[in-house]
C-alpha cells in the first residue's frame, strides 16, 4: 500500500456496486473512493468465464492505476468466477462480496440452513453455496430474474414488484419446506436487491433475518481496513462532500450512470469520467 489517504476501488459491471458504496461511506469517514461501472459491456451474467476474467482484470488493472490501495468486488458475477485471477493480479487487498454474505450468514444464523436469492447468472454459478457450504450451512438457492429491471425501472415500492417478491419468496420457502430445512436467514445475493429489503422482509416470517451483502460487506471491508491503517494516513470526521470523497467512472452511458446511479446511492453524482478499457 501506499502511504497517505487510504483510496478504496469499487468495481461492478454496472450500478449495483453503487448500494456496497453506499454502505461503505459512513464506516470509513477517512476514506476516498473510486467507483467504476464497465457500462459498456454488461451484463456479465451472459458472457463466458474467460470473457468475465478478462474485463474484470481490466477494471483492476484500472483502478490500481488509478491509486486503489484496497479493492472491494461489488460485482456478484465477477466475485463467482474471477475473484482468484484478481487476487492473483491485484498488488493490493482484494473483498468480493459473495465470501462476504457467506460469513455473515454463518455468525447470524442459528440453524444453518440458508436461503440465497440472486440472478440467474449468480445462481448458476452456486458460487454462495459452496461459499455456505465452506462454512458448514445448507443453503437453498433461488434465481429472480425479474428484480434487476424492475429496481432499474425504479418500481422500488411498487405494488407489482412487492407481488412478484412475494410470489419468488413464497415459492422458495415452499421449496425449503419440501426440503426439510429449517431457514433463519435470507441472503441477498444481488447488489439490486437491498433496494427491495423492506419487501423482502415483509415477504418472510419475522423468524428469517435478511442479510444485505452490501452493507455485509461494507462492514466486513471496515473491519479490515481498521487493522490495516496507512502511515500518516488521517483519520477523517465523515464531512467531506460526496464530489470531495469520489471519483466516478464508467465505459459508456455517463448520463445514464448518473440518473440511475444516483438511485442506488441515494445522492446525486455530480460528475462521471468515462473510460475507454478496451473489448
Request: with cysteine; net charge negative; glycine share 10%.
Amino acid at each position: 500500500m501506499t502511504t497517505g489517504r487510504l483510496k478504496i476501488g469499487v468495481f461492478d459491471s454496472g450500478f449495483g456496486g453503487l448500494t456496497v458504496l453506499r454502505a461503505l461511506l459512513p464506516l470509513l469517514p477517512h476514506a476516498e473512493f473510486l467507483y467504476l461501472g464497465d457500462t459498456a459491456r454488461l451484463p456479465y451474467g451472459s458472457k463466458s468465464r474467460a470473457t468475465i476474467v478478462r474485463y474484470a482484470l481490466s477494471s483492476t488493472r484500472f483502478l490500481i492505476e488509478q491509486g486503489a490501495d484496497f479493492l472491494v468486488i461489488a460485482c456478484n458475477t465477477a466475485t463467482a468466477l474471477a475473484l482468484k485471477e484478481i487476487h492473483d493480479a491485484a498488488p493490493v487487498p482484494v473483498l468480493g462480496v459473495i465470501e462476504t454474505g457467506a460469513n455473515e450468514a454463518r455468525s447470524r444464523s442459528k440453524t444453518g440452513d440458508i436461503l440465497v436469492i440472486g440472478t440467474d447468472a449468480m445462481i448458476g454459478s452456486h458460487a454462495y453455496a459452496a461459499a455456505c457450504s465452506a462454512r458448514g450451512l445448507r443453503t437453498l438457492e433461488k434465481a429472480c430474474p425479474l428484480l434487476v429491471p424492475l429496481v432499474e425501472e425504479g418500481w422500488i415500492d411498487h405494488p407489482v414488484t412487492a407481488e412478484v417478491v412475494r410470489i419468488y419468496l413464497t415459492e422458495l420457502l415452499e421449496q425449503a419446506q419440501e426440503a426439510e430445512l429449517d431457514p433463519d436467514t435470507l441472503v441477498l445475493g444481488c447488489t439490486h436487491y437491498p433496494l427491495l429489503r423492506p419487501m423482502m422482509e415483509a415477504a418472510v416470517s419475522p423468524g428469517i433475518r435478511v442479510i444485505d451483502s452490501a452493507q455485509a460487506t461494507a462492514s466486513q471491508a471496515a473491519r479490515m481496513l481498521a487493522s490495516h491503517m496507512l502511515p500518516g494516513q488521517p483519520p477523517g470526521d465523515g464531512t467531506g462532500t460526496l464530489s470531495s470523497r469520489c471519483r466516478f467512472f464508467a465505459t459508456d452511458s455517463v448520463a445514464k450512470f448518473q440518473g440511475l446511479g444516483a438511485r442506488f446511492l441515494g445522492s446525486a453524482i455530480d460528475e462521471v469520467e468515462l473510460v475507454d478499457l478496451g473489448g
